[in-house]
């Protein structure tokens, strides 16, 4: 992202009557006073962002010190007003639905404002309230007193990572699931539950799964099965398969309004989207004007800290890339990037284990492309907004913006919209209506019918064809924008990462260690990584920069420094243990004593992706590791993986289980994770001389005990 002059620079050579040449330089005179009074009320927009952001921070951290309970129940107030979650009178006669969602991604969200808009067709004797669990309550003990009040509620909750809830959901799962002593409480909630996981993972909609068996167990009554979406197929069916079955349910209890049949065809609830009425000679162009990028950064950065749901956080900060280095050596085919964000004088902080998350843009050749398929001008200038004039929301919909605007397309479609993905059925149906050629319309309505499920299935699941790939292959669909960026181009999602440092060693530093994603896809496309292709490519001396956050991680080392561990991370899976090696390093240093630790590290060839080679050497002639274990699967004449090494090392395994040691897991989730847990499985039930259910039962144990941690994705 390129550098932008800064606001206060802005200011101060406004007050001294400057118009700074490079902001300026090429006006003609007469039009000097007129470039003068844009800048002026550019540099007022700054200001008041400024102001805004820091009038957040400061409300926010006197929340946090005062922890005054009527504080956070305004603030939970105003997010939920901002969401058009607000509360509606208590008299009014209606049944209430409390429609919950736990959400990584958005895709639990969308799937509740979905429901819940149909619903408002469907039922006039009901209101329908869409609710961010984090939000529900304020203070943990308040969940109980509110979810005792619903009578009818729906839940959309995900599971992410290593059968884990999603962050917004993550306070209010721990309070639910760790209320054993509550009995039975909720006789008067009927309920649904629909779960959004990935059946290639272990722990396929765990948390959808564990909140459905409460909920009976603690007195609710189920009104149908809990729904399993599967992402890894099309989970869009899932959600359309659980929701038909809802629907007797619903209609029973809320009792269904008469209405013609074509009145039940519910329409997306598209944005308005106004364009800029400036003529181009007077439109300015953020690569030309780095005052209004200013603008525009700050109005992105405010409001991402207030929207952003998929993450714990107090605000998400620019940090400038530091340094960056190819970590693989001229001889590989491959490449992997060491990246190193700037994080003095921010006030962000994090711990080891946590992660990194990183807002980049799609490239610019993608960006192109999509610049051509919607029939744009990139310097077009837009609005978009989710409400009439009058302020009223558009068909009584809650959809806020997706991003700040006025903006260019050119800058929408870098950095807000999610190309490069496979389209969902929605989207396709978006396409159709807005497709000149009949035939492309009949053609993209088959393929998000029912009827065309499989072709649907092999054509753009299977195949991985892009939300671009779609379009070109139905070049007469061409949505307006607020349509495209509502309904057809979901939202570019951070992109998470292991921080592969330790504050002890780089307290002003966070470093992130990422494979480039490059790949032919099925369908003859070379897929590109969106954020690994950024990072790979990010520049320090042109001040390359990306807006970044820190997640907390549950990953961390043993309190005591004696307890010895075993890490176990192929590839990139090494980037945490990079971290504890160094926060072990520092502890050495400082005089503590320090228990045995050895590291399975798996990558094809010695002499061309043995990453951090150098460094690892040095954690074994410091003391911060015992034992460096290697797993070369190109190298030999047999492949060799992080799982065959461990069975070879199954005793001295089965001694750190013993003495009370912890076992770390860092990679991919679908494989190598997979193939490390039955590993430990034998090694507990050989070496335990334990039968199978109660070698099982002890790797259990050690998960609950915290003893057994794994980071995969």
Avoid at 482 to 487: C, N, S, T
Wanted: glycine residues 8%; hydrophobic residues 40%.
């Amino acid at each position: 992202m390129d550098s932008a002059a800064g606001p206060m620079e802005l200011v101060a050579a406004l007050l001294r009557g400057i118009t700074p040449a490079e902001l300026a330089g090429g006006v003609p005179a007469g039009e000097r006073a007129e470039v003068r009074a844009l800048l002026a009320t550019l540099a007022a927009a700054v200001l008041g962002c400024a102001l805004l952001v820091l009038w957040r921070r400061t409300a926010a951290g006197k929340k946090r010190k005062d922890a005054d309970k009527a504080s956070a129940a305004l603030a939970t107030q105003g997010k939920k007003a901002r969401q058009g979650t607000e509360e509606q009178p208590a008299d009014d006669g209606r049944k209430r639905v409390a429609v919950f969602f736990g959400t990584q991604t958005g895709t639990a969200e969308g799937f509740a404002k979905a429901l819940a808009e149909e619903a408002k067709a469907r039922y006039d004797k009901a209101t329908f309230k869409v609710i961010d669990l984090d939000d529900y309550a304020a203070e943990d003990e308040d969940y109980e007193e509110k979810l005792k009040k619903e009578k009818l509620a729906l839940f959309f909750v995900a599971t992410y990572g290593d059968g884990e809830p999603t962050d917004n959901a993550a306070r209010f799962y721990k309070w639910f699931t760790e209320g054993n002593e509550r009995g039975v409480w909720l006789n008067d909630l009927q309920y649904a539950v629909f779960g959004l996981g990935n059946r290639q993972y272990e722990h396929f909609n765990k948390i959808a799964n564990v909140v459905d068996d409460l909920l009976t167990e603690q007195g609710g009554n189920r009104l149908v099965p809990v729904g399993l979406g599967d992402d890894d197929q099309c989970i869009e069916d899932d959600f359309n398969a659980w929701k038909e079955s809802l629907w007797p349910e619903l209609d029973r209890l809320l009792g269904m309004k008469m209405m013609y049949p074509q009145a039940l065809h519910i329409q997306l609830p598209f944005l308005n989207t106004g364009l800029n009425s400036l003529s181009p000679r007077r439109r300015p162009s953020w690569t030309e004007s780095s005052v209004l990028q200013t603008v525009m950064q700050c109005m992105m950065l405010s409001i991402l800290a207030d929207d952003l749901i998929s993450c714990k956080l107090q605000c998400i900060l620019r940090a400038n890339v530091a340094v960056r280095r190819e970590l693989h050596s001229p001889a590989s085919d491959r490449s992997c990037t060491h990246l190193e964000f700037d994080i003095a004088g921010t006030g962000l902080t994090y711990e080891t284990g946590d992660h990194v998350g990183v807002y980049t843009e799609n490239c610019p050749e993608v960006v192109d492309e999509a610049e051509r398929l919607l029939g744009y001008s990139p310097e077009t200038y837009f609005t978009i907004h989710a409400d009439k004039e009058d302020g009223k929301p558009l068909d009584g919909g809650s959809l806020a913006p997706p991003f700040p605007s006025p903006i260019t397309v050119r800058n929408a479609l870098a950095r807000y919209a999610d190309l490069l993905n496979s389209p969902k059925k929605s989207a396709l149906v978006a396409l159709a209506t807005y497709a000149s050629d009949p035939a492309d319309a009949d053609r993209l309505k088959f393929l998000a019918s029912p009827a065309g499920k499989d072709e649907y299935a092999q054509w753009i699941v299977v195949s991985q064809r892009s939300l671009l790939e779609v379009m070109a292959e139905f070049p007469s669909a061409k949505p307006p924008l607020g349509v495209f960026f509502a309904a057809v181009a979901p939202r570019l999602q951070p992109r998470y990462y292991s921080i592969s440092s330790s504050p002890s060693m780089a307290p002003t530093r966070i470093h992130v260690t990422s494979a480039l994603v490059r790949e032919t896809t099925p369908a003859g496309r070379v897929h590109k990584g969106v954020c690994s292709t950024w990072i790979k490519n990010a520049n320090p001396s042109e001040d390359s920069w990306a807006p970044i956050f820190v997640r907390q991680s549950n990953f961390k080392l043993p309190a005591d420094p004696s307890v010895p561990i075993i890490m176990i991370g192929p590839g990139t899976g090494l980037a945490p243990f990079r971290g504890f090696l160094q926060e072990r390093l520092v502890q050495k240093e400082s005089g503590a004593e320090l228990g045995r630790s050895i590291f399975f590290f798996g990558c094809r060839n010695s002499k061309m992706d043995f990453i951090y080679e150098d460094e690892l050497n040095n954690f074994l002639e410091q003391g911060a590791l015992s034992e460096l274990v290697l797993a070369l699967s190109r190298e030999g004449p047999a492949k060799e993986y992080v799982q065959h090494k461990m069975a070879q090392k199954a005793s001295e395994i089965w001694d750190v289980i013993s003495q009370g040691g912890y076992i770390y897991v860092c990679g991919d989730a679908k494989g190598m994770a997979k193939d490390v847990h039955r590993v430990l499985h034998t090694i507990v039930q050989e070496q335990g001389s334990l039968d199978s259910s109660k070698a099982e039962g002890f790797v259990k144990n050690l998960q609950t005990e915290g003893r057994y941690l794994r980071d995969v994705w």
